[in-house]
């Protein structure tokens, strides 16, 4: 290692034009469904999500994870045109704020299903409400170990606590 060697300026040199390619090529799915990206989507998506990388303490080599919210945020009833790109970035947070929470051993498959259930169910198409609510009862369903989304038992653990601190005192 050469003095002054920064590692992440390493990661920074793989072509940003080949990223932004990589998100763009989703437009051929992403126009079935009457959506697509912008140079300039791709550009803050790649952008945020350095952000959150940063802010996360995490690193990531491919774009799978981004990739794979984009395919799925984008068979919601709740995106639009006007905030896809935005509701994207802020999933992709909720993504690894839930990661750092859980563990790295959790698959990514199964944190994606429970964000985007909690994203269409709990949350009703709400970012603000994934990154509170959503998020920590996908942690609480982790550290239960029960299925990450599995909202239901959630719900049920909920009202019985409720009901216990409404007939108790």
């Not at 498959?109 to 959503?134: R, V, Y």
């Not at 550290?143 to 009202?159: C, V, Y």
Request: proline content about 0%.
């Amino acid at each position: 290692m050469t003095a002054g060697y920064d590692g992440t300026r390493a990661l920074d040199l793989i072509s940003s034009g080949d990223r932004i390619q990589e998100l763009m090529a989703l437009n051929d799915i992403l126009q079935k469904r009457a959506l697509s990206l912008t140079q300039n989507d791709a550009e803050a998506m790649l952008a945020a999500r350095k952000k959150t990388l940063r802010e996360q303490g995490r690193v990531e080599y491919g774009l799978e994870v981004t990739q794979e919210l984009i395919r799925r945020l984008s068979e919601s009833a709740f995106i639009t045109q006007e905030n896809f790109a935005q509701t994207v970035q802020e999933v992709y947070e909720a993504f690894h704020l839930i990661k750092n929470m859980t563990s790295d051993f959790t698959d990514d498959a199964d944190i994606i299903e429970a964000i985007i259930l909690g994203f269409e169910t709990i949350c009703g198409g709400s970012t603000e409400l994934l990154l509170g609510k959503g998020a920590a009862r996908i942690v609480e369903n982790y550290r239960k170990q029960q299925l990450l989304s599995d909202f239901e038992a959630a719900e049920a653990d909920k009202k019985e606590v409720e009901t216990y601190w409404r007939t108790n005192f």
